[in-house]
């Protein structure tokens, strides 16, 4: 059996009462229940966690990019190595800790989807624009940004799993989520009119969400990094031929006119971005919180029925749950001969739960995955958000 490791970063034994406390409000219920329905003895004690350590960032996790290691003050570098630090009361606040502009970084250029979503939720924000979304996750840990979005799933096209991934691979905290309602335009230079477009730039999945559209234009689609970036290569080229699909806030930018809105299939497409941070936030139960937490389990008949069990016999609804192939398990052929025979996969398992960890029903749901998950990790626990 693989080991086991369990980080549920920040939400440690005195926040939490995960430890001796096994007797959890309503849990001895639970397994008089359904304790032979998941082949656990009946009124079987919940196992002891007796000490919930968190992961240390490993010397290697910690190394600074050479590029921007110069601009790491000596504070910041202390900070890195003492990493992670205690639970701040901060979630989506206005100021930073220093009472300065809040820093948010983001992948794309200024204009894009992404930086309007930050914008919208800290309108005085400084936003910090990146290359790719790891800049954005590091721009955080180097302290160059307080937080960072991050573009998780469309309702129309559905989750960027890169971004999943990366959410393991680094060490930053969800604190927030914001949903926004998609607004794609059709943009061109000044005087260029729709039918002079022969060709229509922008990031995939805006051509993607945008298909109809562009198929009765008959134009072809051309692909960019983010949808700003296209806006302002098509604006700085002077290309009278190019259309591109972008944010309104990218016209105004980019000095671009507006030939059409709402150009995606689905009129009632909604964006979800994550907010990202250091510290993770003091979950509450005052208000409805989600948790999102991933983990793997050892393979077997009914192991993942068993997991998500954990959730519904304590009534928690469950929002999403998503899974990724672990690259550190890759495929693992049974036979020899390679016909008609089993073949499986690992799997990282990503589930979005509502409940806050504040709440006995969370803890006692996942001290019971513990249980069985030969990995778990909460990723962050967040005030839940409607569409704006
Ligand atoms: O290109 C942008 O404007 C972004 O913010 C990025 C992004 C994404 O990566 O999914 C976000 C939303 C858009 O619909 C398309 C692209």
């Known amino acids: 059996m693989a080991q086991k490791s369990l980080a549920l970063m920040g939400y440690g034994v005195s926040q939490f009462s995960w430890g001796d406390s096994v007797e959890r409000v309503g849990d001895s219920d639970i397994r008089g229940k359904w304790g032979s329905f998941l082949g ?109 979005f991050l573009p998780i799933e469309n309702s129309s096209s559905g989750s960027i799993h890169r971004n999943y991934d990366l959410l393991l691979r680094h060490r930053l905290h969800i ?24 060709r229509v730039l922008s990031h995939p999945q805006a051509l993607a969400l945008s298909d109809t559209f562009l198929s009765k234009l008959g134009v072809s689609r051309e692909n960019v990094d983010d949808t700003a970036s296209a806006a302002q290569y098509v604006a700085t080229k002077g290309l009278r031929d190019a259309g591109v699909i972008a944010s309104a806030r990218a016209a105004e930018i980019y000095g671009l006119n507006i030939l059409a809105e709402q150009i995606q299939d689905d009129p009632d497409s909604v964006n979800r971005f994550l907010v990202l941070a250091r510290d993770p936030i003091i979950p509450r139960s005052d208000k409805p919180f989600k948790t999102s937490v991933v983990f793997t ?42 016909t008609g025979t089993a073949k499986y996969f690992d799997y990282l398992f990503y589930i979005d739960f509502e409940a806050s960890m504040a709440e006995p029903r969370a803890q006692n749901a996942l001290g019971h995955l513990q249980e069985f998950a030969t990995f778990l990790r909460v990723l962050g626990c967040y005030p839940m958000e409607t569409a704006l």
């Open 40 to 148: 656990l003895p009946v009124n079987l004690k919940m196992r002891s966690v007796t000490h919930v350590t968190t992961a240390k960032p490993t010397a290697k996790q910690w190394r600074v990019v050479s590029q921007t290691e110069k601009d790491v003050s000596p504070r910041s570098q202390k900070d890195l190595i003492s990493y992670p630090r205690p639970l701040s009361v901060s979630d989506i606040s206005t100021k930073s800790s220093n009472g300065s502009k809040v820093r948010i970084s983001f992948k794309g250029s200024p204009g894009s989807y992404t930086e309007d979503a930050a914008l919208n939720v800290y309108p005085k924000c400084e936003t910090i624009p990146c290359d790719e979304f790891e800049d954005a996750f590091k721009a955080v840990e180097l302290w160059l940004a307080d937080k960072a």
């Open 175 to 198: 604190v927030g989520e914001v949903q926004l309602p998609v607004n794609l335009c059709l943009l061109a230079l000044p005087g260029v009119r729709t039918g002079q477009l022969r």
């Open 297 to 338: 389990l050892d393979e077997g008949p009914g192991v993942l029925f068993k997991a998500l069990a954990v959730f519904a016999l304590r009534d928690i609804n469950l929002r999403k749950i998503e899974s990724r192939p672990q690259r550190k398990r890759p495929l693992r052929v049974v036979d020899d001969s390679n």
